[in-house]
Each structure stands twice: as structure tokens, then as C-alpha cells.
């Protein structure tokens, strides 16, 4: 079992950057693919990025390609979201999730964290 932790959200300016953490509990978090997903107010949670258990694949929606970067820690059991050039559009909570594959999907992930506030203002 893993507990996940997300820790950095905060309020930042358009054009600003943050770096979010998700701390794991648990002795097999290098074995996992771990996720952010994000949910705005009044839509559905969305697929953020990817990455497999060891850090060789890494995947992005296309909505935050070329800004967004996720990379992972497994001596530290952390995962890592450093969000660049931040869009208003971005605004939501962050979630990280763990599972068996790095998918795109809400369901291919088993654990899931409670969540860190984003607010980009314009």
C-alpha cells in the first residue's frame, strides 16, 4: 500500500512557476508509475503527466507539453511537477496518483493523494 502526500500549490502570477511534491509512504514506491491529474471547479478531473517507475518514459497532455515537467525521486520517495510559464488556465487542484502502468487515465491508478491548490491569477 502507498500513502501520497502533495505539498507546493500555492498563488501565483501568470507567467510564474511553482514546483509541486508528492511524498510516498510505503516501501515499494520505485516499483509503481506515478501520475498528475488535475481538477478545475465544475469540470471533470483531467490527465496532467506521467511517469514510469523508473523515470525513462515520461508523459504530458498536450496542454502543458513544453511547460510542465515530471520527474521522480525513488531514493526519496518524491515525485515532482515543475510547472513553468503558468497560464490562469492552469488553476486547479493537483492530485498525484500511483499505479501499475503510466497511463493517461483515471483508472490505471490505484492510490491517490488529497490534493494541492493551484491558483495562477492574470
Known amino acids: 500500500q502507498v500513502q501520497l502526500v502533495e505539498s507546493g500549490g500555492g498563488l501565483v502570477q501568470a507567467g510564474g512557476s511553482l514546483r509541486l511534491s508528492c511524498a510516498a509512504s510505503g516501501r515499494t514506491f520505485s516499483s509503481y508509475a506515478m501520475s498528475w491529474f488535475r481538477q478545475a471547479p465544475g469540470k471533470e478531473r483531467e490527465f496532467v503527466a506521467a511517469i514510469n517507475w523508473s523515470g525513462g518514459s515520461r508523459y504530458y497532455a498536450d496542454s502543458v507539453k513544453g511547460r510542465f515537467t515530471i520527474s521522480r525521486d525513488n531514493a526519496k520517495k518524491t515525485m515532482y511537477l515543475q510547472m513553468n510559464s503558468l497560464k490562469p488556465e492552469d488553476t486547479a487542484v493537483y492530485y498525484c496518483?500511483?499505479?501499475?502502468?503510466?497511463?493517461?487515465?483515471?483508472?490505471?491508478?490505484?492510490?491517490w493523494g488529497q490534493g494541492t491548490q493551484v491558483t495562477v491569477s492574470s
Open positions: 496518483a500511483a499505479g501499475k502502468v503510466a497511463g493517461t487515465g483515471s483508472h490505471d491508478y490505484d492510490y
